[in-house]
């Protein structure tokens, strides 16, 4: 039996006590559990180690950020891991860009058997059962043997390998994002075009990837390069379930991941595209059909739904009433989930339909010259919103630095469709009277 | 309106002035200065819309009543009159207009004439000097500045200004100019304050950290108290150790010491004087029982030998007491022999009448070899089954025999009665032949039907051929055509060889070639029409011959089936059409009428052989019948055998034997019963005599009342009373003996306790080691004492091994016990207590100090603050960016819409604006190219040929008089295209201007005029006057100073 069963909690980009980022408007109620979401998700990560009998925990990087100085994450994070630690449980760290050593070592209270790995010329750490070494957790390193070395003079395997890399920020993992039904081999090429050369074919036989990718699982030739996404989704692009996984490794060295919830706010972008007879029900319908196919995970229990309807018509024009827009909003209820109702906040952009706007024949001299103005390339680019505020001549007690360093958040078919509607207004004509802007947009 | 004389009587410093203009051009008027041009100017203003009120008139002497009077003569609207007007001094003067023949008010008709241009458009536009064109404001006159500004500049111009307007309030709304205000200023505000507060909350994590450090420090502080603490305490706790172990360590040593005083005494009895005392107790106790049980067994004998018996009754007790207890079985035994003596006569009789049933061949002994056992019954009723089954099979089969024959017999002779009717053929004959005859018929339906067809197929063939023969026929005219055709070819062709024999050979063939082809045209018509008509008839005649030999056929394959006669091929001529019909039988009918007939050959043949398959079943039947009759005789054999076997009268009647069978066992059941009846008769006989036997020899032995009785159940009676007397006395004989002795044995006992009590006490005295009780009572004392100081020592003992346990880490040593000073311990004690107190009291400061760093770190670890304000910081972040989107929304859109705006500032400028653009451009030889106003502004913009954007009052002199002469002369334009026609007066305006430019604006204004427009140019300098001169302008020189009567010079 070349390796013992093992079973052990892989979660990164903890992120405690940080702050949602782009929520909108919440409601009063819905708060508390917004500003403590970091902390149940990473609650639920402990529990899931305890209740399961993990062998050990990794954290791969960004388990808090440094510059929140937040008391409550160090003494969530120190809590969490002497519960883990009086269990028997070791944890293994590697900090990541958020939550660098430096960070680490001003974390008093600490378990003593908490490994973190704040160099990678580390040595790996190895992790017994009964007096046998059952896995060796050590920090990512360029000498790895090949895979075809990893045998001892009898052929059998050495221990179950785990490499942590908590900066994969140069990995372009978008295209692997699907991991919930990928199987071993589809991302083989993956692997080849995104990892390291010399890391596709090393001997590792788990590496844990950490940084702000999302969750991704890349095969390699020996063992799985596995990134668990965070536990709990800080900003609209983390969409979707966000949690940990649960990683077991069988005697044959096989390894099965299995991701498990922990988020209880969850984020989520839905598109929906509306034509001149579109009706509100018919809107309501696939508004619920869109949400239907969004399957709620136990662990959540707010959805902060960003909707993006694009279109044309009067339906679409209707929309930005305010009180359409509740109402539409109102109807679509909430879901069951969780340990009771989840509850859902809604926020709207609308995109008039770029298609619609060639098609549409206006007159008004002005609005066309205003649309082929704002049409130009490089209108909405950052470099010239840029030359706009340093136009503006703000001082800078008026806050130019913040709002020059803003510019870089800023969505530009949102400001284009702020300026689309400027100049509907401004010009007095019905928005299906003119030529939307291509990418416009309005968000509510 | 065009001024062609200007009278002046009296104006300023003119006096009796005439002057003719041109109607068309630039008039300019050259004078030096002071010599009345902007006098003359004002006159025209002057007649116009009157003098000035209190103008003073220049050159008129003080004090002398100045008086304006003069007349322009106008022309308009085709028309000639003169505008006069006299003032006096303070007047505005008073018009009359002369040469026009209307009634209507002077002032009516002159507002007419002047298109209701106001006196301060002439003043500031059409009549300007130098110095109106000098000054701005002259422009800012409201009708003057909305042709200008804008404010006539339409709808859309309207609607840009007002989105213009709009994007401004946005952005202002959403962050103002001075930054200081609006949406965005807030948020940003807020965004400070968050900030600041994050950055202040964050230092919460350095004291964090501290109260960390302080936690760590405070903790080692008081685990350094606790272990000096441990210390002293330990100490403390040897000192009152030794002071708790002293006082029963010291009790150990008193008590050991008296324990050695007192003499051990070896093996003493535990409690010996107790066991002495309660020995000698019992021992009394068991003499005094021991002597009064002798007296009780002493009179229990004495009583015993007093009591006296039967000897007879008690030497056969035993038997009498038997007998007694059997009387009831010897009573019942007497009943019984007397039932069974009744009951035998009962069987006998049932007996006899059984064997009178059976006859007189029937005896006991018959009867008792007569096996009636169940194995003799089933064995006759197994062969009288056998025997009955055998039968009735038998009969079942002769049942179905005769059913079957029966049905046999008559089908067979229903079907011979048909078959008869085949008149002697056979029945498979008859089948065979009838359906020969049922495929004749199918074959003469077919042969019919062809012989239908074939004959229709020759009508129509014959009639074919007689219309070909009725259409062969030619006319008349054809044969002669195709004469002529030859006759003419023959005297063509002759004609021919004549003409080319005698006048030309060329001729000749002409005329022999045309005769040979009327003839061979003629001759192939011929030919082509018999080949034709021949080749179909042949055909016809073919098949019809053909179709002739099918019939023949056909008809000879009819009458062969239908049995008739074949005659010879009727011929096609005399083939009547209706012969085959009559000649068809109905064979439809007949193919009927033989399948019918065929169906019932079919059945009847089906009918013989189920009747032969009927006769080979007899067969089997009777041959079965005869197996089953041999059956039968065997099973009536063997049934008589059985008969005979069990002695029954042999017979076939199975009933019969089987009531023979049923009376026979009756009666052997009768002989059972009787032959029983007296075997228990005897037997009980037998048994009643020997009881009765038994009791008279035992009363003959007994004597006494029994033996002169003679029933023996009386005897026993007697017996029975005389055997109770004597168990009582003798149960109260045993009962007395069996007390004598129970005491007597309990007396054995008691001398047996005696002895031993007394053994015990001797024994007690030998273990204590005495002789006696009072020996053994001074060793008990000296036991007991030992025994109370040991006690003591072990309490002592146990106590200083408590005090031991309670302290296990510490040591009772001896030498500190010898060295011990109670006072000095105490003192020590005291010491340490007040050392441990202060201790204490560290302890206790230490632990507040950890609780409050407890607290303070607890709060700071559960405070929310900072989380709440990263949180209200995000939520501000996040308004401050959509903010910040709408923001730059409003800026590009503004952006937008100033570009929108320039462009039509510049480009959709008003009509004034254009024109004046024009002029300024010629003026300035290029250099400026446009003049615009910003919309909803009264300021006027220059853009020069670099595009760059001048206002007026960056402009030079020259250059901004030439752009106020441009608005004004565009102005003019303006007017003109309104119908508006003043004369444009011109007091020396172009001084200020550079050669280039002067002469530029002197063609312009020529141009200008040269547009039907008046113009009255002043001017002091000669060049000016010499330069419109040389461009074909007429000037008029004025004299100098004021001349009564100005001499014209020129023009």
Known sequence: MPFEPLRFVHACNLGLDHQLADTGPLPEETHTLVQEATFEAFERVVTLCLERRADFLLLSGNSFDQLDHSVRAQSALSGGLHRLADAGIRTFVSPGELDPPIAWRNVSGMPDDVVLFSDPSDEPVAVLRDGRVIAKVGPLRGDYPPAETQHDGAGRRHAFTIAISPDMSGLDTTEGNADFGSTAGENATLAESLLPRHLTGCGVDYLALGGSASRTTIVLKAGSAHHPGGTQGLSPTDTGPRGCTLVDVGSGGGIETKFVPTAPVRWERLYLHLNAPSTRGHLLERMRAALAQCRPEISEKIWLCQWTIQGSGPLLESLYDEETRDEILDSLGSRGAGEGRLQMVHSICLLPDAQAGEATDFNDRFLHEYFERLAQPEVFSPQSLDEHLSAAALPEAAGSHRLHSLIAELDPDVIAGHAHRLGMTLFGVKPEEGRPHEGNGHTY | ?1051
């Open chain 2, 1 to 1051: 309106m065009k001024v062609t004389d200007i009278r002046i009587e009296s104006f300023g410093v003119w006096r009796d002035l005439d002057l003719s203009l041109s109607r068309s051009g630039v008039n300019v008027f050259f004078g030096p200065n002071e010599a009345g041009k902007t006098t003359l100017m004002r006159f025209i203003r002057g007649v116009l819309y009157g003098f000035p009120p209190f103008e003073r008139r220049r050159g008129m002497p003080a004090g002398v009543r100045s008086v304006a009077q003069g007349a322009l003569t106008v022309e308009h609207a085709g028309t000639r009159c003169v505008l006069s007007r006299s003032a006096d001094a303070g007047e505005r003067g008073a018009l009359s207009i002369s040469g026009l023949e209307t009634n209507e008010p002077a002032a009516h008709v002159l507002a007419e004439m002047l298109q209701g241009t106001q006196q301060t458009i002439f003043d500031n536009v059409f009549a300007i000097g130098l110095q109106e064109l000098q000054e701005l404001a002259t422009l800012h006159d409201d009708e003057v500045a909305d042709h200008i500004y804008g404010l006539t500049l339409g709808p859309e111009g309207k609607r840009l200004l007002e989105a213009s307007t709009g994007i401004e309030e946005e952005s202002s709304r959403l962050l103002h100019d001075d930054a200081s205000r609006g949406v965005l200023a807030d948020l940003l505000r807020r965004d400070s304050e968050l900030s600041s507060a994050i950055q202040a909350e964050s230092e919460n994590q350095e004291l964090y950290l501290a109260g960390l450090r302080e936690l760590d420090k405070l903790t080692s502080k008081i685990s350094n108290l606790k272990s000096r603490q441990g210390g002293m305490h330990s100490q403390l706790r040897g000192h009152l150790f030794l002071d708790r172990v002293w006082t029963p360590w010291s009790q150990v040593r008193d008590y050991q010491r008296q324990l050695d005083q007192v003499p051990v005494v070896a093996s003493f009895p535990e409690d010996g004087l107790a066991r002495l005392e309660e020995l000698e107790s019992e021992l009394a106790t068991a003499t005094r029982c021991r002597n009064a049980l002798k007296t009780e067994a002493a009179e229990f004998r004495r009583q015993g030998e007093a009591l006296r018996l039967d000897p007879a009754i008690e030497e056969h007790a035993a038997s009498i007491h038997n007998l007694v207890d059997q009387r009831d079985v010897i009573a019942r035994l007497g009943e019984i022999v007397a039932k069974h003596r009744t009951g035998i006569g009962a069987a006998r009789g049932q007996l006899d009448g059984k064997l009178g049933v059976l006859g007189s061949d029937w005896s006991e002994e018959r009867l008792e070899g007569i096996d009636v056992a169940p194995s003799a019954q089933f064995k006759l009723l197994s062969a009288a089954r056998s025997y009955q089954k055998a039968r009735t099979r038998r009969a079942r089969l002769r049942g179905r025999y005769e059913r079957l024959a029966k049905s046999f017999r008559q089908q067979s002779a229903d079907l011979q009665d048909r078959v008869k009717s085949l008149k002697g053929s056979s029945l498979d004959d008859a089948v065979t032949a009838e359906k020969q005859r049922l495929a004749d018929l199918g074959e003469l339906g077919r042969l019919g039907i062809a012989q239908t067809e074939l004959e229709s197929r020759a009508q129509s063939l014959q009639s074919s051929i007689e219309q070909e023969d009725q259409r062969r026929v030619i006319p008349m005219w054809v044969y002669v055509v195709w004469g002529l055709f030859g006759a003419c070819g023959l005297l063509l062709v002759g004609l021919g060889v004549s003409t080319g024999m005698t006048t030309s050979l060329v001729g000749g063939l002409g005329y022999a070639f045309l005769g040979v082809t009327c003839a061979i045209m003629g001759w192939g018509l011929k030919s082509h029409h018999s080949i034709a008509n021949h080749d179909h008839r042949d055909e016809w005649e073919d098949e019809l011959a053909q179709v002739e030999a099918e019939l023949r056929e056909t008809n000879q394959a009819i009458a062969r089936i239908a049995g008739e006669p074949f005659g010879p091929a009727p011929t096609p001529s005399v083939f009547p059409p209706a012969r085959a019909t009559e000649a068809k039988p109905d064979t439809g009918a007949l193919i009927a009428k033989s399948a019918r007939r065929l169906a019932e050959l079919e059945g009847w043949a089906n009918r013989q052989q189920r009747l032969a398959s009927t006769r080979r079943r007899l067969s089997e039947l009777r041959q079965r019948f005869k197996e089953m009759q041999r059956d039968v005789t065997e099973a009536r054999q063997t049934w008589c055998s059985a008969l005979g076997e069990l002695g029954l009268p042999e017979t076939v009647k199975i009933d019969e034997a089987f009531a023979n069978w049923q009376n026979v066992s009756e009666a052997a059941d009768a002989r059972n019963r009787w032959l029983s009846a007296r075997s228990h008769l005897e037997d009980h006989q037998s048994l009643y005599d020997a009881y009765c036997l038994r009791i008279a020899e035992l009363a003959e032995q007994t004597g006494g009342e029994a033996a002169e009785l003679d029933d023996p159940l009386a005897a026993l009676s007697v017996w029975e009373r005389e055997l109770d007397a004597y168990r009582r006395t003798r149960s109260e004989r045993q009962r007395l003996r069996k007390e004598e002795k129970r005491r007597k044995r309990e007396v054995e006992e008691y001398e047996k306790q005696v002895d031993q009590l007394t053994a015990q006490r001797s024994a007690l005295f030998v273990q204590g080691g005495a002789n006696n009780r009072e020996e053994f009572e001074r060793r008990a004392g000296w036991v007991s004492t030992r025994q109370e100081l040991e006690g003591y020592l072990s309490i002592a003992q146990s106590e200083v091994e408590s005090a031991a346990r309670t302290e296990p880490d510490l040591a009772v040593v001896e030498e500190d016990l010898h060295e011990y000073d109670a006072e000095e311990n105490n003192e020590c004690v005291a010491a340490l207590k007040l050392e441990l107190a202060e201790l204490e009291q560290d302890l206790q400061d230490a632990h507040e100090q950890l609780g409050s760093v407890k607290q303070e770190v607890r709060r700071l670890e559960e405070s929310r603050v900072a989380t709440q304000l990263r949180f209200d910081h995000a939520q501000n972040q996040c308004q401050l960016k959509q903010a910040c989107e709408q923001w730059f929304a409003a800026q590009i859109g503004r952006h937008a819409v100033e570009q929108i705006r320039s462009r039509f500032e510049r480009e959709c400028q008003p009509s004034v604006l254009a024109s004046a653009s024009r002029y300024l451009q010629r003026m300035t030889r290029g250099r400026y190219t446009n003049v615009w106003t910003p919309l909803g502004q009264r300021r006027l913009q220059v853009e020069d040929q670099q595009g760059r954007t001048f206002s007026p009052e960056q402009l030079s002199g020259g250059t901004r008089e030439q752009l106020f002469l441009a608005i004004r002369l565009a102005f003019i334009r303006e007017f003109s295209r309104r119908g508006v026609e003043l004369p444009v007066v011109l007091d020396d305006i172009l001084v200020n201007f550079d050669q280039p430019r002067t002469e530029a604006t002197v063609e312009t204004l020529l141009e200008f005029a040269a547009e039907s427009q008046q113009m009255l140019f002043f001017t002091c300098h000669l060049h000016l006057a010499q330069l419109f001169e040389s461009k074909g302008s007429q000037t008029i020189w004025l004299p100098s100073n004021v001349p009564a009567t100005p001499e014209r010079i020129a023009g």
